[in-house]
């Protein structure tokens, strides 16, 4: 376990938050997991943007059904955490999933995954995912929750050049993001707007315990 350097955390977090990102430093995963489930409470029901044969509320803002139950994914927790969170979000009622999400392309309410590593000077997470649901996770999400540990946060690009390439080594075929901020595009006659390729909202918890 390497020691929190303060100065890039404080730089990581106001960075972050500078391109739309919420930071929480929590002192462990079970603190993380509560987190996820408080915030899945919290948030409006997730829009349904293709047809799924679910109970359907109310219209969103965007004129189509919301979903009734909502949803919240956690496909790379290990087993104990995600027995944890499944039980925290059975008494919320939410439906807690960790794999089978190509089944809930519409969108679902809170995708919780892992980073292996942030970058200080941009604000930015390495996430990693070869397995497909935690990538769905990540991508079709309405609020997207990355876990980073304190002691996992580098100062720039390009001294995460080891990293990343021992990353490749351990799966050339692999799946590897790197993530600043909500998803955001210009595209459409320069008018900013977030959500479009991916999630809303993109909540990163910094983890003081190591153990994740």
Do not use: W
């Amino acid at each position: 376990m390497a020691p929190v350097n303060q100065e890039l955390v404080d730089l990581f977090i106001a960075r972050a938050e500078s391109v739309a990102a919420q930071v929480q430093r929590l002192p462990n995963m079970d603190a993380a997991l509560q987190y996820a489930v408080d915030v899945c409470a919290r948030k409006a029901p997730c829009e349904l943007l293709a047809d799924e044969d679910v109970e359907k509320g109310p219209d969103g803002p965007n004129k189509v059904p919301t979903r009734v139950q909502k949803i919240l994914a956690a496909p790379d927790l290990a087993d104990a955490d995600f027995a944890a969170l499944a039980e925290a979000c059975a008494a919320q009622g939410f439906a807690c999933l960790r794999e089978g999400l190509r089944k809930h392309l519409a969108g679902i309410d809170v995708g919780l995954t892992t980073a292996r590593l942030g970058v200080a000077a941009s604000g930015t997470c390495l996430a990693v995912g070869d397995n497909e649901d935690t990538r769905l996770a990540g991508m079709i999400s309405e609020t997207h929750i990355l876990i980073l540990r304190a002691d996992a946060i580098y100062p720039d690009l390009p001294s995460i050049a080891a990293p990343l390439r021992e990353r490749m080594a351990e799966c050339p075929g692999s799946y590897t993001t790197l993530i600043t901020g909500p998803s955001r595009t210009a595209d459409i006659e320069r008018v900013s707007a977030v959500g479009v390729h991916g999630p809303l909202e993109l909540h990163i918890v910094l983890l003081e315990d190591a153990h994740v």
